[in-house]
Structures are given as C-alpha cells and as structure tokens.
C-alpha cells in the first residue's frame, strides 16, 4: 500500500458521477448577484450564498479596488507577524459594535475562524458536544484538539441535557456546539433553550452564525438576536463569505480572554491574514448590512414567497421561512440527474450527498438572497416544478 492507493476509492467516486460532476461547474462570467454564463448558458444561480447580494455591490466594489492600489494584493504575514494593518483593526471594532461586544477577532477564512476558536479553547481533558448537524468544519475543529468529543441529536435540547448530564462534573469544561441556521436543510436552532440548559450544567455555548448573519434579526445579527440571548451566549462565529459576500470569518464574545486566543490559536497564529482589497470591501459590506435593512426587510418577503412556492410542489418546508431550502430525493443517482436536467433548464442549484449530508439522504439545496426579485423566486419554484416529477 502507498499514500497513493486510497485514491482508488476517491477514483471510483468520480467515476460514478459520469458527466454529472457538481463540482466541475463553471462560472464563466459572471452577469449579476443572480446570474452566471455556464456552458455557454446564462444561469439563474439559487445555490451560491449571497444572501444580501454584497458581491457585485458598488460600493464594496469600489472599496476593494482603492484598497488594492493603495496597500497592495497582500500582507505576506499572519497577524502576528506583519499581517496586522489598521484596515484589520478597524473592522475588528466595528465587529464588536455591531454585536455589542467588547472583543472581536478576525480570521483569513469562515474555516480557519472555527478551527483557531476550538483549538484555542479546547484542550485534554476538556469535551465538546456538537450538534448531529454541524458544520464539517466544526468537527475538524474538534479533531484538531485533545478535547473529547461527542455529538447530540439534531435541535433535540433533551438529547443535550442527557449528554451534558452524563459528563459530569466534566460538563464545567464542556464546550456546547450549534450553528444557528443550519446551513443545508435552513432549519434554526431552538437558542434560547439550548442556552438555558447549557449555562445550567455550566457548559459554555459557541453558536455559528455563518448563515444567519445579516438575514435573522431585527438587526441582522443572527439567531443569537432573535432568540434573545446576545448577553449570555459565549461566542459567535461568523464569516464574510456569505451576508458580506467576501472571504473571512470572525468570532465575538463577551469574556476579556478573547484577546489571549490570538496568543494561543495555531491556525491564527500561522495563516496570512486576510488582503487589503478583501478588508475593504468587508468592512463597506458590513456598514450596509448595519444601515440597510430594508434589504433583510425585502429577503424575508422573498423567503416567504419561496417557502410557500415549494409547499404547493408538496415539498418539505421549514417552520421559519428562510434563504435556505433543501429538496429530499431518494438516492444519489435520482440527485445528480436532477440536478443535472435543472442546470441544463437553466437553473443552478447544490447537489448534496451522502455521507456528507444530513441523515446520509441525497437532496438537492437551494437558496436565494435579496439581490433576487419575486419574479426570480417564481422562476425557481417554476423550473423546480418542472424536472421534478
């Protein structure tokens, strides 16, 4: 056996897609926040993230490009070597208003911020439970520690107290889990109860915000907000690759030891940090996302309009409409080539499958942001109607 022989399993996978491989599409150029030219087609994209429609915004637009000329393509250093500029900081405070926080940190990646936060936290002898339906980054994050790990039924709190219960006095370093909208099935969290049961074993609680930053909230700030427990949740994980339409990601908090973790956290310590450009049009992002809500204002109508397009397909829906909406199909094969006759219809979608998804079930995801119309909302539930029979 070599390093290479495991390739043969990775092989047969690809081969079992035949033409319908998801991850060779191509944006060949891209025409707005909602359409794209792939093969040759222009695209109606519902499965890219852009949930405030910040990547082709002027403004960011403009800010990146000054950025750029005025400090460069790079740093060429992590934060604590020479990767430190005052465009970092700056966006850093203006992080730690925007939630009411005393401290913030930014990260090169949404990945790289759950890895630093976890790997900085956790250490032998400490656990951490994570929700069933975590993010795949979240439990990387737990392997890269020494911290025992364990995993509770998806949104169950009973399942968390139980688990929380068994530890122990081990429960007093504990580091409980969630996201707060989960990002393939467009669930949210119960928050309020999970961090009641979790403070009560004297567990601390770290929620993902990546996909309701900017879109659950009357400020926009996620499910933490809307839950109401923005004073008593521990940290709040976030990236820019989503609402803010950039690359990054950050953690919040209320507790003074924020600060230490930059001394601490390996994957901070060595990754470049994020470019100028990148900084730039993050912090012009994050400004519009605080001022702007009528954009959150016009995405939650546009929610409810496709939650209630896929209820009359007789698709599953949420309880909460959100930007995120998946489709249930019965195996892989029936996936891709839904997938496949979609994209050919002019409509890109995710393809999700097994053992990467949700109860190892086949789906398709699809999602939708507020530079999209009702008339683009329409076109979704139309063609999703269409290939699916």
Request: hydrophobic content about 45%; aromatic content about 6%; proline content about 4%.
């Amino acid at each position: 056996m070599s390093l290479l022989s495991k390739f043969a399993a990775v092989a047969q996978t690809r081969a079992a897609l035949g033409d319908h491989d998801p991850t060779g599409v191509v944006m060949e150029r891209m025409l707005s926040a909602t359409r794209a030219l792939i093969n040759g087609r222009p695209t109606l994209l519902a499965g890219t993230n852009n949930y405030l429609g910040m990547t082709m915004e002027p403004a960011a637009i403009k800010a990146g490009q000054e950025a750029l000329a005025e400090a460069g393509t790079g740093t060429t250093g992590s934060r604590n070597a020479n990767g430190t500029h005052r465009a970092h900081k700056l966006l850093e405070e203006e992080l730690a208003a925007f939630y009411g926080y005393p401290h913030a940190m930014v990260f090169t990646t949404g990945y790289g911020a759950n890895l630093a936060v976890m790997s900085a936290l956790l250490d032998a002898g400490d656990a951490v439970l994570l929700d069933a339906h975590a993010h795949a980054s979240l439990f990387d994050g737990a392997k890269m520690t020494r911290a025992d790990t364990y995993t509770f039924r998806h949104n169950d709190v009973d399942s968390l107290d139980k688990r929380l219960r068994r530890l122990g006095e081990q429960a007093a370093s504990t580091l409980v889990i969630v996201e707060g909208l989960y990002s393939v099935t467009g669930d949210l969290a119960p928050l309020a109860d999970i961090d009641a049961v979790t403070h009560a074993h004297g567990a601390m609680l770290l929620v993902d915000e990546a996909h309701s930053l900017g879109v659950i909230g009357e400020g926009g700030r996620g499910v933490v907000e809307s839950a109401g427990i923005l004073d008593t949740v521990d940290f709040v994980v976030g990236t820019f690759s989503k609402s803010l339409g950039t690359v990054g990601g950050f953690c919040v908090s209320r507790h003074a030891e924020l600060g230490l973790f930059r001394y601490a956290s390996r994957p901070y310590i060595f990754t470049a940090s994020p470019s100028p450009a990148t900084i730039a049009s993050t912090r012009v992002a994050l400004a519009m996302l605080r001022d702007q809500p009528e954009r959150r204002v016009h995405l939650q109508r546009l929610c409810a309009r496709l939650r209630a397009g896929m209820a009359q397909l007789g698709l599953p829906v949420n309880e909460v409409p959100t930007p995120v909406a998946c489709v249930p199909l019965p195996n892989r094969e029936k996936a891709l080539d839904t997938w496949q006759r979609l994209l050919d219809n002019g409509l890109y979608v995710n393809v999700m499958l097994p053992p990467a998804t949700p109860g190892n079930e086949a789906m398709l995801r699809v999602s939708i942001g507020a530079a999209y119309t009702e008339a683009d909302v329409d076109e979704i539930v139309l063609k999703l109607g269409e290939v699916l029979d």
